[in-house]
């Protein structure tokens, strides 16, 4: 257990919804990362914050967005569903901002199918 | 062209093998190499963590780095049927610009050792 909490597990939604994600990072942990996971694409960075900021953006869709809040956990909100946004969508955390040395703890992941 | 390449399999081995994984990188930036390992339906946990060229053990896993010919190995002595999952490398950049704790990964390679 690497003491980061997602939720839900599973999620099953239609085209054109919208769903939110949820993530708790590790106690004392200020960052938190969203990578996606397909079969095709592999394991993608999606976003970071810390402490609240937005720290870095990668491949995230305009239809996705994030936000950490006060107390430090995060969601990520995904719109507009299509059909390729069936993935895994892991959250990860670190202590700081990214460090040299620094690791990066992974949660169990979201599995969401949209069908 | 992706910034890392590593084959992804699937590789089948006998129980006791050595087992050799392998990644290439295109950006010279990159300069911490992590390897994780992810089993079914779980989130990716971090095995080795290395940022300088050379080798690194850690019990029966060795991480190499040669950063001249954009190159990370993992080699796990002794292969256990526990040790079947997917393995993924992963790669950052210092932190700072747009990239800070951004992992850049594989496509992973799918492992299975066979009693």
């Known amino acids: 257990d690497s003491g980061v909490t997602q939720t839900p597990k599973h999620l099953i939604t239609a085209t054109g919804q919208r769903v939110t994600l949820r993530c708790s990072p590790r106690s004392g942990d200020l960052s938190v990362y969203w990578y996606q996971q397909s079969l095709d694409q592999g394991l993608q960075f999606l976003i970071q914050?810390?402490?609240?900021?937005?720290?870095a953006k990668g491949n995230i869709l305009e239809r996705f967005s994030a936000q950490q809040f006060p107390d430090l956990h995060s969601e990520l909100n995904l719109s507009s569903l299509e059909l390729g946004d069936s993935a895994l969508y892991f959250c990860a955390s670190s202590v700081e901002a990214g460090g040299a040395g620094e690791t990066q703890y992974f949660g169990p992941g979201t599995r969401l199918l949209v069908l | 062209q992706k910034e890392v390449e590593q084959d992804p399999g699937p590789l089948s081995v006998p129980e006791g093998a050595i087992v050799s994984l392998n990644c290439t990188y295109s950006n010279s930036a990159f300069q911490y190499f992590m390897w994780y390992r992810q089993y079914s339906r779980k989130g990716p946990e971090l095995l080795m963590y290395t940022y300088s060229s050379g080798n690194k053990e850690d019990g029966r896993f060795t991480a190499q780095v040669d950063k001249s010919s954009k190159y990370i190995s993992l080699f796990i002595r002794d292969s256990q049927p526990s040790d079947s999952a997917t393995y993924l490398c992963?790669?950052?950049?210092?932190?700072?610009?747009?990239?800070?704790?951004?992992?850049?990964f594989g496509q992973g390679t799918i492992l299975t050792v066979h009693p």
């Open positions: 992963a790669m950052r950049k210092p932190t700072g610009g747009t990239s800070y704790g951004k992992l850049t």
């Open positions: 914050y810390y402490n609240g900021e937005e720290r």
